[in-house]
């Protein structure tokens, strides 16, 4: 393959000056313990000030916390331990990674990638691998483990930058969040919310969690579209052309392929069984995987330990039948590399999780929400033009608070009520937060997983700094998020149902 240099366009130039700019900024450890020091400062200054809101939902009045008070710095001493173990990404990651890490180093991942690339059409690779991403938020957060590294070892395989890779499958995970084609976890939890909400001003309101469903389906294709076309137009020609190094270097070509044919049945197999005993576990309510009700909720839960066990033991059955595991300490060897492998995600992990722990202790990122929202509320605008400006805020807010119920707590009651008195259904409220909190998922630092993709991208080029994921992710979270908004206004003009019986208008 010969290096083409990338194309030079205005907008090529501009992702480059944010990307020269991000990975000036020092290491990413070092710029969270920037920001740490950063938030202690703000938390004094705003507590010294006597900054407080009222909480929408609650009436409590919300005060700025000073991180230097005695309480808070005891806070941080005894609960430092808890504070990193429970940061919420750090067990899916090194868990799946256990499993990950033997199928990557037998060979099983390379083996198995290579057999899809060579089956699956050049021209919906970056397709698939978007709606992946999308449907992946049925496992809630898996598809940040699992779908994002596998997304770069896939372009990889294919000859393509796995950088590009890494962004198709992001944007579809983290962009798509709030979209899927089925049910999510997400649903019930912000339709609970929603629904306390609709009943300060109507008591009794009832918001299913089918109130956003079409239009969730509906945003399907239109991510994937786009998804498509920013990366095949926009990321790839940012980047240079990649040399792959998926190529055997042995001899007998021949003698591989059949070693990696037995490899990938016996590995298959394993695979087939696992899928078999989830099955099994998940056959009717009351079963382990099912809840006494009757609800998939446990087999949802139990995903990353599924996805891990399925890993590991394809892994080792691959190995097993291509002769690199020969005891069980093979095994142990392989898994204990894999995590020296993450030691530079864990160090990371463990500045963002004191990071956000802090950032949430001192209360800034709810007073900045309820101002924010206060300010919106203020400006006087009514119907279609408000709800892109909730659009907005939630996109705004999104890279200050990660949690998407956490936000919708506190804005929820402000906005469903005050929608309400003026024509909107709570629904549509509901639909517009989670088009502008998805937006920027892939943008924001606070990302939990943010973290993680720094260090996978790390792995195709070792300058992959803060900067070259922002300026790489930026023209997904644009176009997504005004793609998502004007199918949102014209869907909103057309009086189309949101779900089920659910109406656009109150």
């Known amino acids: 393959m010969t290096d083409q240099p990338p194309r030079r366009t205005a907008l090529t130039r501009s992702l480059d000056w944010v990307e020269r700019t991000g990975n000036a900024l020092p290491d990413p450890v070092t710029l969270f313990a920037i920001l740490i020091v950063l938030v202690v400062i703000a938390s004094v200054l705003a507590a010294g000030a006597g900054v407080s809101v009222p909480h929408p939902g609650t ?37 799946v990674m256990l499993g990950v890490g033997v199928a990557e180093k037998t060979g099983f991942l390379t083996a198995a990638l290579r057999g899809l690339v060579s089956n699956v059409s050049p021209r919906l690779l970056t397709a698939a691998l978007v709606f992946a991403g999308i ?56 339709a609970g919310l929603t629904q306390e909400a609709a009943q300060l001003t109507a008591p009794g309101y009832v918001v299913d969690i089918t109130a956003n469903y079409y239009l969730m389906i509906a945003l399907v294709p239109l991510f994937v579209l786009v998804g498509t076309w920013v990366t095949e137009r926009l990321v790839e020609p940012r980047l240079p052309a990649w040399r792959s190094t998926i190529t055997p270097e042995a001899t007998d070509k021949a003698d591989i392929a059949g070693m990696e044919r037995r490899g990938l049945q016996a590995a298959l197999m394993a695979i087939l069984a696992v899928i078999g005993a989830t099955a099994a576990l998940a056959w009717a309510p009351g079963y382990p995987l099912r809840g006494a009700d009757g609800s998939f909720l446990p ?60 950032f949430k202790w001192s209360n800034l990122g709810v007073i900045s929400a309820v101002v924010g929202a206060d300010g919106l509320r203020s400006l006087g605008i009514e119907g279609s033009p408000l709800l892109v400006g909730l659009i907005l805020l939630a996109a705004i807010i999104n890279i200050l608070v990660g949690s998407a119920s956490a936000k919708w707590a506190f804005l929820a009651p402000i906005f469903v009520p005050m929608l309400m008195l003026l024509g909107l259904s709570p629904e549509a409220t509901q639909a517009a937060y989670r088009i502008g909190d998805s937006s920027t998922n892939m943008i924001t630092p606070l990302l939990p997983y943010f973290p993680l993709i720094l260090v996978v991208g790390k792995r195709y080029d070792a300058n992959f700094g803060i900067g070259t994921l922002v300026a790489t992710m930026l023209p997904f979270a644009i176009a997504f998020g005004v793609s998502s908004t004007l199918l949102f206004v014209i869907w909103m003009a057309m009086g189309l149902p949101l779900g089920p019986g659910v109406p656009s208008v109150f």
Do not use: C, W
Request: net charge neutral; aromatic share 10%; proline share 4%.
């Open 135 to 190: 449907m992946s938020s049925l496992a809630v957060d898996a598809g940040y483990v699992v779908l994002i590294p596998l997304g770069a070892a896939l372009f990889m395989g294919a000859g393509r930058h796995p950088v590009a890779g890494l962004a198709a499958g992001f944007a579809g995970v983290a962009g798509g969040f709030s979209a899927n084609l089925v049910l999510t976890p997400l649903d019930p939890l912000l």
């Open 59 to 95: 009436g409590d009045v919300v005060v700025a916390k000073s991180l230097l008070d005695s309480d808070m710095i005891q806070r941080l001493l005894v609960e430092m331990p808890k504070t990193f173990t429970s940061f919420a990404p750090l067990g899916y990651v090194l868990l």
């Open 299 to 358: 087999l949802m839960r139990s995903l990353v330990a599924i996805m891990f066990i399925a890993f590991l033991l394809a892994g080792i059955a691959y190995g097993v039948a291509i002769r690199v595991i020969r005891s069980d300490k093979d095994v142990v060897r392989y898994m204990s590399d894999s995590m020296a492998d993450m030691g530079v995600y864990i160090v990371l992990a463990f500045v963002a999780a004191h990071f956000i722990a802090m």
